[in-house]
């Protein structure tokens, strides 16, 4: 359940909603979608108003001009590559030179220009992501919602995956919104973070950012490998901490700046000296 979340993300990059099972990750993204109906706040895409709830306005999933991949890709398994990609545009009766045109294209962008014959079976699980991306990618929609699309890949198609799909939402200048409970495929491809924690961003920013910097105790223990060690503050001046942990004093940043001299606190060593 959401208790209010708030982020933007701009054409040719890539907004990664991280955060445990629960958090809110996958409400957000089908609220955004259309799936579920949000009972406070507002959905802008592109300019344009999708959810205004104190506007009453609430556009239904195929008016909002979004592409989505689902986690299972989806695929009709009696529909080649090409039907797959094109049943889409069929529904909303667009001219077959239309169709044709878009499919073609957007099959030779995800490397598939040679597999339109094909079934879903015959295909692999990279491929299969790729046919689910052109399903999306051929409303030429300006956000593309991605709901763990590479969980279901082994750890060397995954990689591929990862550079594949960042190198192609920078070249079609597409902004997207993938959710993934995995802080690695985060940090390796999105370039901004949304850190959900309860229904509630713990915090947004870079990956560099939420890994070096992070701003609670949570986002430190969730993104990385910091070291979490129970400590006094014995000196505090500006960002910087004098730690007595019992066996000794560390000298580090301080996350939390509003801890004073003399209380006690866990403190994740980001630096220090």
């Known amino acids: 359940m959401l208790k209010g979340a708030g982020f933007t993300v701009e054409r040719g ?9 629960g958090s809110g ?6 609220a955004t979608a259309g799936l579920e109906r949000a009972s406070g706040g507002r959905i802008t895409i592109s300019g344009r108003k999708v959810f205004d709830a104190a506007a009453g306005t609430d556009l239904p999933a195929e008016e909002r001009g979004l592409g989505f991949v689902f986690q299972s890709y989806a695929l009709w398994p009696n529909r080649t590559v090409y039907e797959n990609a094109a049943y889409g545009l069929k529904l909303r009766r667009k001219p077959p030179a239309e169709i044709k045109r878009r499919v073609d294209a957007v099959l030779e962008v995800l ?9 879903p079976h015959q295909l692999s699980g990279g491929q ?4 689910a991306i052109a399903r999306s990618l051929v409303y030429e929609p300006a956000v593309i919602l991605l709901d763990e699309p590479l969980s279901n890949l082994d750890a060397k198609l995954r990689d591929e995956a990862r550079a594949f799909l960042k190198e192609l939402i920078a070249r079609e200048e597409r902004a997207a919104v993938m959710v993934t409970h995995d802080q690695i495929e985060a ?9 959900l924690n309860g229904g509630v961003i713990e915090q947004e920013g870079s990956p560099t950012d939420l890994y070096t910097r992070p701003r ?3 986002a430190a223990d969730f993104i990385g490998n910091n070291v979490r060690l129970p400590g006094r503050v014995v000196e505090a001046d500006g960002a910087a901490a004098t730690i007595d942990i019992g066996a000794g004093e560390l000298v580090g940043q301080r996350m939390r700046p509003e801890t004073g001299a003399g209380e006690w606190t866990c403190f994740g060593l980001v630096e220090s000296g």
Do not use: E
């Open 13 to 21: 990059r890539i907004a990664a909603l991280l955060g445990p099972s």
């Open 216 to 218: 609670t105790l949570f």
């Open 128 to 131: 299969q992501q790729r046919v």
């Open 111 to 119: 490397g598939l220009s040679g597999l339109g014959g094909r079934y």
């Open 25 to 30: 990750k996958t409400t957000l993204l089908r």
């Open 187 to 195: 940090l390796a491809v999105a370039d901004t973070i949304v850190l």
